[in-house]
């Protein structure tokens, strides 16, 4: 098997609301083999193997996953996974359209396969695809504004299948595409955020992020963190649940915060006290606190695989990576308001030293960002950790987050 980037990238609903993960991909090793997946063919033998070897529900769960298929796949040369009531097949720009592949098209929905067209670009070739898509996914970046109003308004007028906007930058356009009328959205808004000059943090947030801040308070002693986080009932009663989970493995109950932190350790304790601190942010996608896990447990994982002497730190700067997004704030202006060392100041700000190129990393994998992570590694032995810590930190956060009940 070609060795695998494999990742994803979530499709939201209107509400913001989880949708599905689109799956990103790429083989990866030496040139011999970089030659090789160039071609439709060993590009559907990569995806393939990614649901044979690696299997759909440790990527994505039991969420919904679009799928860009080559035309080996939709021409019936490669078998399709069975998951047809997860499965939405993309058909991508550059596919030839023929009277054959339209004929496949039609048998794949008439099985039960949802149909999208990625990166609409109206071509006539593509008009007797248009019926038959239930999703059709418009690039932003490749359209005018006034050419963005006039597809909308043509393909309302000629079907019926919803509109996903992709690439979706800024505000500016994520509003545009809500007076629009589409139905889903994907791009990189919604873990960037939203910084408006000489705004202000709101109290409830400013609440929340002194919360973190206490927690992350490196004076702090065991006793003055057991009142902290006890003072909280909310966030006592959630500490104790993923504590006692499955996730920890506890040989016996843990039935108070001094119990756990004499257990687990002042380190742990804090992290997992600031990652439910994190969730008290109602009024962002639930997919950021997922994000938050993931780059949190990718990141602790490198660290153990690297021999790194401080793993809780890597876990720390992975998890205070999506803060800005959260508070819509600049990263400096929230490393100034919390008690954390200079290292991990450092590495969120700058993406300096050992920390800062790990998390780095991970923040490149999350966003399928395989060339900068194949060009900027300096350290081989992370690309060689990379699919593997991807896996386990996708299992590790389905668990957590099951535990505490988000």
Request: aromatic share 8%; net charge negative.
């Amino acid at each position: 098997m070609l060795d695998l980037f494999v990742g994803r990238q979530p499709i939201f609903r209107k509400d913001l609301s989880l949708y599905a993960y689109e799956l990103l991909f790429r083989g990866h090793g030496d040139s011999d083999s970089a030659d090789v997946i160039d071609n439709d063919a060993a590009t559907s033998q990569v995806l393939y193997n990614t649901f044979v070897e690696i299997g759909l529900n440790n990527i994505i769960g039991e969420h919904r996953a679009f799928v860009n298929l080559t035309a080996g796949f939709l021409m019936g040369e490669y078998p399709l996974p069975g998951e047809k009531d997860r499965l939405v097949l993309e058909i991508l720009e550059h596919v030839k359209v023929t009277d054959a592949l339209v004929d496949a098209v039609k048998d794949l929905k008439k099985q039960g396969y949802k149909i999208a067209l990625d990166d609409f670009i109206y071509r006539p070739e593509l008009k007797p695809l248009i019926p038959l898509a239930n999703i059709i996914k418009i690039d932003l970046m490749a359209l005018s504004q006034e050419q963005l109003r006039r597809y909308v308004t043509l393909l309302r007028d000629k079907t019926d299948a919803k509109l996903l906007a992709e690439k979706v930058e800024t505000q500016q356009e994520y509003e545009l595409c809500q007076e629009l009328g589409f139905e889903f959205y994907q791009g990189y808004y919604f873990s960037k955020p939203n910084i408006v000059k000489d705004s202000v943090i709101p109290h409830n947030k400013i609440t929340v992020l002194q919360l973190i801040s206490k927690i992350q308070d490196p004076n702090l002693d065991i006793d003055s963190l057991d009142r902290i986080i006890s003072m909280d009932a909310s966030l006592t009663y959630k500490l104790l649940k993923l504590i006692n989970s499955v996730s920890f493995n506890l040989s016996k109950e843990v039935d108070s915060i001094k119990s756990a932190l004499i257990l687990m350790g002042i380190e742990q304790v804090k992290n997992w006290a600031t990652m439910l601190a994190l969730s008290k942010f109602s009024d962002k996608p639930d997919e950021l606190l997922v994000m938050a896990l993931m780059r949190a447990n990718m990141s602790y994982d490198l660290a153990l695989k690297l021999g790194a002497n401080n793993p809780d730190s890597y876990f720390t700067t992975g998890m205070l990576s999506i803060l800005d997004t959260l508070l819509d704030q600049s990263m400096s202006v929230i490393v100034e308001q919390l008690p954390i060392s200079a290292e991990i100041g450092d590495a969120l700000l700058t993406h300096s030293g050992s920390i800062g190129q790990v998390v780095a990393c991970v923040i490149d994998y999350e966003h399928g960002e395989w060339d900068t992570i194949l060009k900027d590694s300096t350290n081989e032995e992370v690309l060689t950790h990379l699919q593997t810590t991807y896996l386990q930190a996708v299992n590790d956060t389905n668990t957590q987050l099951q535990s505490i009940g988000s």
